[in-house]
C-alpha cells in the first residue's frame, strides 16, 4: 500500500483517502442539517458553502492529519469552515453535538472566528483578504517576540485562501512589505477553483500571480496536474494536452466538468490540425476516461499534496505558496458549475452519497473506530496537535503616573504623546514591553523621541549608512529594536498591530502594542481594526493630527468621522484628550486595561494644536489628582463650573482641540451675554455613552441599574440646562449628550468636507469658533 513520509512518520495513503472522503461528506452534510432539517426560527435561509468546502477537503485533510503539528497557526477560508468543523469532530476536539448546529445560535459560526466559535480557532476570517494576510504579519510578530524574549510558537503561520481572493489588494500589500520577505515561518496554500462567488474566473491567471510571489521573494509551489495527467503528458501527443490545457482560459476549461466524453474530446482536440490533432486524438482514444483525466488536478492528489507541503516545510529561508488546482464542489454533483458557489444538494443526492461512503441515517455522524486505521491515524494527528496546558502571558505593572506636573508651556496632544511614550520607556519590565508600529509616519507623528531611544526593529543588525549622520535621527536598527517601522500601507500597520496585540495567544508573551497613523487614514485600516478587535487583539491606536485643527493641510488630510468610528467599533475605546496629563492617564489606563482577561483596546485621536496646560493645571490643584483622574478615565471632568445663582445657565460640552475655544466661548457669555456656562470635557465620549448606556438598559438583561457617570458628571441640578456639544469632527459624535440629559441640545461640529486655510479662519467656516460657541448657547437657551 503506498505510503507518504510525513512529519517523520509514514502515512497510509489509503487510509488518508478514506478519511478524506469521510470530511467530505462530514462537511456536506454539515451545512446540508443546517439548511434541510434543523428548524430556523425565521424564514431567511441558513446558507452555508458546500462546494467551497469540497474543494478544499483534500488539501486541509492532508494539512491536518499529516503536516500540521501543535506549534503551527491556521488561518482557513471563510467557506471552509465545515471542513475544519468535521476535521476537528473527528480528532475528537469537537463534541458531537455541534455538528448539527452549524449557523445555530450559540452553536458553529459561519466563518471560523476566534471569538465565538465553541473550539480553538487560530484565526478569524470572513472578510476575504484580512484573515489570510493576518498570518504573514503574524508571522512577522513572531519573529518580533523572537528576537525580544526567545518566545517563538516555533510553528509556521499558514493561510488557506481561495482563489478570487487575490483580488484584495491588501494581500498584495502584505507580500509587497519588506519587512515580509525572508520569513519561512509563513505558508500560503491558494485553494485555485478558477471560480469566484459569481462566476468562473476569467482569463488564466495563475502565471501572472505566481509570477508576483515569484518577484516578491516567495517560493512559489505548483500543484497543478495530478498523476494521470502527468501520465498521459508523457505518452506520444502528451505535450499537445499539455499545452491545450495550459492555454485553456478558465471557461473553457471549466465547461468541460459536466460535459460528455465526446464534448470533452472535442474541446480538447478543437485548434488542432492535420498531423497534431492526429497525435492528440489517438492518446485520447487510448485514454480509459477523458472525462476523469481532464479533471485529475494536483490539489486532490493526496501523494501530491503532501510533496508539496513537505517542500514548504523545508524552505526556511523565504515564505511559501502552493498553488494548488482544485475543483470547485469536488467529488458532489454541482462540481465545477458555474454558479455552485451556494448551490445546496438535493435531499436525493444527500442520500445517495450517504450510501456511496457507506453510511446510514443511523451512523452518518459517526467517526472512526479507535483501533481502526483510521482511527490510529487520527489518534496520532491528535497526539502531534495537542498543545497541551500552556501557561497564560504574564501581566505588566503599570505605574499609576510618570511625572506630577503639567507642561508649564503649550502643548498639543500629539507632542505630549511623544513625551510620555519616551518616559514609559524608561519604565522598568513595561518599558521592555512597548513596541511601536507606523506606516512611514513615526516621525510626523512624534514617535521619533523614542524610535532614537529604543532603536528600530530588524530580525538582524543592520549597518548605520553615513547619509544618517546629520540627521537628528539616529535609527540604529538591529533586533534589539523596539519600532518597527513599515511601508505606507496602512493596512499592513494595522494588521501587524492586530498580530502584536496577540502574542498573548500565540506566544504566551504579552507586548504593548502602539501603533500610529494619520487620523484620517484610520479609514483606510478601518476593516484591519475591526478585524484585529475582532479576533481579540489589545492595542492602542493612534490617529494623529485629527480633524480640521489641521487647518493647513486642507480637506484630503482633515478627518471628520473618526470619532464616531471610534465610538461604534466594539472591543475598541475611542479617547479624543486636549491636556498633556489627560493623555498619560488615559494612556497608562489603556495599558494595564489591554492586559486584562476582559480587556479592551484604545484609540487615541490627537492633534498638533499647541494647547495653554493652565486651566488643566489649576483644576488639579483646585479640585486634585485624585478626583480628577478617576473622571478622566470615566471619560469625562469638569472644567469650568457656571456661577448656580445665574439666571441663564448652560453646559458647554467639548474634547480635544475645542476645549479652548469652548473656554473662550463661555468667558464671552458670561462677559457679554450674562449666561452662566459649565465646560465639561468628554475626554472619552465612547466610555461615557457606553456606560451611560448600558446603566440604562441595565433591566433589560435583569440587572440593577446603578448611576453611571454622566450622572456625577452632570448633577441633578444641571441637567435640565441646554446643552450644547463642540467638537473637531462630525457632530453626531456627540449628539447623544442631548438626550442622555434629557434635555435641548445644539450640537457643533464638522459636517462638510474641509478646506485649508488659519485655525481661526476654517473654525469660523465650520462653526466650532468661540463666536458660533456663544451663539448655539443662546439658540440653545431660547425656549
Ligand atoms: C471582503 C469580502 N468581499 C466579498 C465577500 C463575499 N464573498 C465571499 S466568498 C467570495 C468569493 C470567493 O471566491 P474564492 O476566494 O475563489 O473562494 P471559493 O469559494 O472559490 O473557494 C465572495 C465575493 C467577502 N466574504 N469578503
Ligand atoms: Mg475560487
Redesign the pocket.
Known sequence: MATSVSQGTSVDLSTLAAIERRVLWLAVRIVDYANRERPSGDALKVGG?Q??SA??VTLMTALWLADLDARDRVSV????SPVMHALEYLLGRLDRSYLTRLRDFGGLQSYPSRSKDAFPVDYST?????GSAAPLLGALADRYVETHFGASTGGRFISL??????D?GNLWEAVAEPLTRGLGNALWIV?L?R????RV?PGIRAAELEAHFRTSGWDVIELKYGRRLRAAFAEDGGELLRRRIDEMPNEAYQALYGASADDVRGALLEPFEGAERESLAQLLDGADDVVALVRDLGGHDLEDVLDALRRARETADRPSVVFAYTI?GYGLEIAGRPQN?SALLTGAQIESFRLEVGLTPESEWDGFAPGSPEGELLEAARERLDRGERPAAATFAVPPSLTDRDPSAPISTQAAFGRVLLELSRVDEVGERLVTVSPDVAVSTNLGGFVNKAGVWAPAQQPVYDEMEDSPLKWRVGPTGQHVEMGIAEMNLVLLLGQLGLTWDYQRERLLPIGTVYDPFVMRAL?GIVYSTYSGSRFVLVGTPSGISLSREGGAHQSISTPGIGIETPGLTYAEPCYARELEWLLLDALDRLQREDGESLYLRLSTKPIDQAPFARLVEDVGADLVRPAVVAGGFRLREARPAAEDRVVLATCGAMVPETLAAADALAEDEGVEATVIVLSSADRLFHEWQRSRTAPLRGEPSAPSHLERLVPASERELPVVTVIDGSSHALSWLGSALGTRCVPLGVDRFGQTGSQPEVYAEYGIDPASIVTAALVALEP
Open positions: 458553502h462546494a467551497s474543494s478544499m477560508k471563510p467557506h471552509a470572513g472578510s476575504v483578504g484580512l485562501l481561495g482563489d478570487a481572493e487575490l484584495e485553494d477553483n471560480q469566484s462567488l459569481d474566473i470547485k458557489h476593516e
